[in-house]
């Protein structure tokens, strides 16, 4: 597994950071996972929970409106205090490829994340790279350590999650 950025923000006042890892999956199976509402929060648990829609279990390409808000979630910590929202907004989601979001958040006056998935000998490499605009500037260096952590914590679990299908089948 990979990861790292640069320690400021950059010229333009984001910051950023990206992180990689094979999962022993192909990119297919990773993205059946990864866009279900089970998946995310399962990669995020137990340090956090998003909310979402009644009845929505899976991100549908065929409903899934580009450059528009999907809806808000909720993020919880430890899965039941609200912390922030995030009103996600796909800007690009290409099934078995990958996806980009650009939204707005409570603590983010920007927030993009592109995930990727490449086919890697058998298994999926998972590339999250993640650039943000605190609304509150001096948390910036903060809070780019702190979501570096989590998605260090989300590569870990979906790893795990395959991982342990593999053994088991």
Not at 52 to 71: C, K
Request: proline share 6%; with cysteine; charged share 25%.
């Amino acid at each position: 597994m990979t990861g790292g950025g640069s320690r400021g923000a950059d010229g333009d006042g984001l910051y950023r950071f990206t992180v990689s890892s094979i999962v022993p999956a192909s990119p297919a199976r990773v993205w059946e996972r990864i866009t279900t509402m089970e998946g995310i929060n399962h990669e995020l648990m137990p340090i956090a929970r998003m909310t979402h829609p009644r009845g929505m279990t899976e991100l549908d390409p065929a409903e899934v409106p580009i450059g528009r808000r999907l809806f808000r979630s909720w993020i919880l910590l430890f899965g039941v205090l609200p912390i922030d929202y995030d009103d996600i907004t796909l800007l690009r989601f290409t099934p078995g490829v990958g996806f980009a979001e650009s939204s707005p958040m409570l603590s983010q006056r920007r927030w993009d994340h592109e995930r990727t998935l490449e086919d890697a000998h058998g298994a999926c490499r998972v590339t999250d790279r993640v650039a943000f605009a605190p609304r509150v500037r001096l948390l910036g260096r903060m809070l780019r350590a702190v979501f570096h952590q989590v998605f260090l914590h989300r590569h870990r679990r979906l790893r795990a999650i395959f991982e342990s299908r593999t053994e088991s089948e």
